[in-house]
């Protein structure tokens, strides 16, 4: 077992991560990969996979502001060190889920444009909150809702879409897995970290307990808004149709086969998943779980 220190290492990160698991990929996935053409060919579906890239574009450039922020403002520098391996983590993972909206046919002069138009406004204030604390230098409270509540949020989505796509879109299942390697490792410095400056810091709590239940509240609001859009629905049941009989469709996530749920179903699978993995990790670092108001 490695100690905390060398686990959250540079000399650990060169070994796990580039030379590890990402050795000879190409922007994340297998090199020649592409997106499958029916994906390419159907202007609703193709138009799908961009928002929801864009999704993963906002979270990720959240994250890089909070990573890069958060160094100077850690108390350490074991800390710092890590947050600088994370912070490269993370400019990649921007930099992949934006190289999959130019595969998407997304135009680089238009990037910025499509982004703004496809933003969720829920993830976008979800993504304020954490900012706020960063901006303030608030190295416990930016941890907590990066490094457990953003990347937390993240691992499961990220999980999520890995298994419904694993079969139809192998090129993005690949560039998701390197990803949540990423963050499980992410996850793990935020509980490990954090738990003894809790501690030292009781008088935080309140604040960070608020801060969990609303960032909470606006993830929830996003996956609403996501699920509950009757044309993705429509479009979502066609893809599985279209991509064979023989039931390649979607994968097993959290037990349950995807293909049979409704979008509700995986809508409170997913939020049930996240919120209960929440409570578990907060419970670790001291902190009282707060339940959000249900959008
Ligand atoms: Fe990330
Ligand atoms: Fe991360």
Redesign the pocket.
């Given at each position: 077992m490695r100690d905390f220190l060398d686990a959250y290492s540079i000399q650990y990160w060169l070994e796990s991560c580039p030379q590890g698991y990402l050795e000879g990929t190409e922007y994340g996935h297998r090199p020649g990969e592409k997106e499958p053409e029916l994906l390419l060919d159907d202007p609703t579906l193709r138009e799908q996979a961009i928002s929801t890239t864009v999704q993963l574009v906002v979270g990720e450039r959240c994250?890089l502001a909070a990573s890069s922020g958060l160094i100077n403002a850690a108390p350490d520098e074991a800390s710092r060190r890590f947050l600088a391996t994370?912070t490269l983590?993370?400019a990649r993972?921007v930099e992949i889920f934006t190289q999959r909206l130019y595969d998407l046919g997304v135009k680089k002069s238009e990037l910025e444009d499509v982004i703004d138009a496809f933003a969720n406004p829920n993830l976008v204030k979800f993504a304020e909150i954490l900012l706020e604390k960063v901006d303030k230098k608030d190295f416990v409270a930016g941890v907590v809702g990066q490094n457990v509540i953003l990347?937390g949020m993240?691992f499961h989505v990220f999980e999520m879409m890995h298994a419904t796509s694993e079969k139809l879109n192998p090129k993005f299942a690949h560039t998701l897995s390197g990803t949540i390697a990423?963050?499980r490792r992410?996850v793990g410095f935020g509980e490990n970290r954090i738990g003894s400056l809790i501690q030292a810091h009781p008088e935080k709590k309140p604040e960070i307990e608020r801060m969990q239940r609303d960032m909470s509240y606006y993830m929830l609001a996003t996956f609403a808004d996501r699920f509950r859009d009757t044309a993705s629905r429509e479009e979502v049941q066609r893809m599985r149709r279209e991509a064979g009989s023989d039931g390649a469709g979607s994968g097993t996530w959290q037990g349950a086969n995807l293909a049979d749920l409704e979008p509700e179903e995986m809508e409170r699978l997913l939020a049930d998943t996240i919120l209960g993995e929440f409570k578990k990790r907060l419970a670790r670092i001291g902190i009282e779980y707060q339940t959000p108001a249900r959008p």
């Open positions: 994250a994370q983590d993370e993972h990347e993240a990423d963050e992410h």
